[in-house]
């Protein structure tokens, strides 16, 4: 149990009683009672002898035996009994990160059908790979996925590493994405821990620790749902299970408990307490920014550049603006308005257009300005069609200020 935060606390009448011990042995029982906490989970004890919630070693068959039952169709998911291809695995979690499922599955069968495996995605060129990426935004996936195809293909005479950690060494490839093909392409005994992952392990065991501090104690709860014996085979079953339960199951709001194959041993169930978990840390919010942006249009075009690829909302789409400041004033950011002779005078709409972002609130003034048809684009901006902006990766900060620039 090396690397146990000593400051994790779980519900759990076990552990509960251990730490009150170290008060009166003066033992640093709180990572003993940890170390119990996990062994009596996989001890082998009937399931009526244990407290409610805390340990059954038919947890992992309860979770496999559901998911052969209700299995997700998905397009990159095998049929039961069939092996996963790496590449449709490693490609679907790219496509899945930031994105749901409907969004990926077109996308998903358009690169497969032009690139049917690693080597073909490896020798495209990256002027393809982002046309077809085009609409599934965050950009800087399609490059890394890219890279990764190429490194693959000459670096690993394209077969994919069959660990974590040769998946890690790649690029784009972050813990979570590595675990999940290793546990779902080669059947590594790892689990990975996503967001939904989260919501189910934090709710079944009760963990009162808060987030982000807590994703250590669950990880390593997490891990225990793949059983041991005949289940460790199935480790990629256990993952995918975690996730079909957690995104149709274990859902952030009512989750749907009576269907649920865990729901005997659910601490949060048993409170009634399932929307209090995962516990969340207070969010920080930073002091507000503000900033001016400016909606330029040209007949039925659009003025807009590329944000920097490094640092917030790297690579996506905007309209030009000026610095977002706490120290904004209105004639400094019309300073930082697009050089362009045709515009006389910029119009400021009324209101702000206002977004939350996790560190920081921001209000930004929206300015507009029409253009005469043949107006050129300033260095580094381009004009899109309105009707295409669909295809451009647009923050939702810029979504809006689009949308009250062009009074819809
Ligand atoms: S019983 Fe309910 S809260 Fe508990 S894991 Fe299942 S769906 Fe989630």
Known sequence: MAGLDPAIHVSDQRVKKDVDARDERGHDVERLALRNYIGFMNSPAPAKTRPRGVASAGRPALLLAWYDRHRRRLPWRPLAGERADPYRVWLSEIMLQQTGVKTVGPYFEKFLARWPGVEALGRASLDDVLRLWAGLGYYSRARNLHACAVAVLCDHGG????????????????????????????????????????????????VEQPLPQAKPLIRQLAATL?????????????????????????????????????????????????????????????????????????????????????????????????????????????????????????HRKAGVVTHVFTHFPLELAVYTAELPARARA??????????????????????KVIAHGLGK
């Open 226 to 346: 793949l059983g041991a014996g005949d289940e460790q085979s199935r480790a990629g079953d256990s993952a995918q299970a975690l996730m079909d339960l957690g995104s149709s199951i274990c859902t952030p709001k009512k989750p749907a408990c009576a269907l649920c194959p865990l729901n005997d041993e659910c601490v949060a169930r048993a409170r009634g307490e399932q929307e209090v978990y995962p516990r969340k840390a207070p969010k920080k919010t930073g002091a507000l920014r503000r900033g001016a942006a400016f909606v330029v249009t040209r007949g039925d075009q659009l003025l807009v550049r590329s944000r920097p690829e490094k640092g917030l909302l790297g690579g996506m789409t905007e309209v030009p603006g000026s610095d977002w400041l706490a120290a904004h004033d209105d004639k400094t950011a019309l300073k930082q308005a697009p050089a362009l002779k045709a515009v006389a005078r910029w």
């Open 378 to 399: 300033p260095e580094g901006m381009r004009w899109v069609p309105v009707a295409t902006l669909g295809d451009e990766a647009l923050p939702n900060v810029m979504r």
């Open 159 to 206: 077969a994919f590493p069959d660990t974590e950690e040769g998946l890690r060494a790649l690029p784009g490839i972050g813990p979570y994405t590595a675990a999940a093909i290793a546990a779902i392409a080669f059947g590594r005994r790892t689990m990975p821990v996503d967001g939904n992952i989260e919501r189910v392990v934090s709710r079944l065991f009760a």
